[in-house]
């Protein structure tokens, strides 16, 4: 059974990072496409990173780049984004999904597999 679990939000201060972790069981990592969105109140989840299951490479959205960078480690079998600079307007609940599919993919509507969210807040 898939199974995806984020952890890692919080509270922050503007202008801290944070690290997020997505957790993986019931499949192997390098198998499938796999990414992170947001969405905040009110919004649409919007994609930020992913990662392609064709060659590992990472793409980013363009509100994600520079500040956001998606990883994995096989060996824990677990899905990370550092996100740097936090800024008030990153407030949202991160989640991370994943597809038995070769590509990579931005949209919600590419990914079966989901985790049930980690709740970032930025303020001061």
């Known amino acids: 059974q898939v199974q995806l679990v984020e952890s890692g939000g919080g509270l922050v201060q503007p202008g801290g990072s944070l690290r997020l972790s997505c957790a993986a069981s019931?499949?192997?990592?390098?198998?499938?496409?796999l990414a992170w969105f947001r969405q905040a109140p009110g919004k649409e989840r919007e994609g930020l990173a992913c990662?392609?299951?064709?060659?590992?490479?990472?793409h980013y959205d363009d509100r994600a780049k520079g500040r956001f960078t998606i990883s994995k480690d096989n060996a824990k079998n677990t899905l990370y984004l550092q996100i740097d600079t936090l800024k008030p307007e990153d407030t949202a609940v991160y989640y991370c999904?994943?597809?038995?599919?070769?590509?990579?993919?931005?949209?919600?509507?590419?990914?079966?597999?989901w985790g049930q969210g980690t709740q970032v807040t930025v303020s001061s």
């Open positions: 999904a994943a597809v038995r599919r070769l590509g990579a993919f931005l949209m919600a509507y590419e990914y079966d597999y």
């Open positions: 990662i392609s299951s064709d060659d590992g490479r990472t």
């Open positions: 019931g499949f192997t990592l390098d198998d499938y496409a």
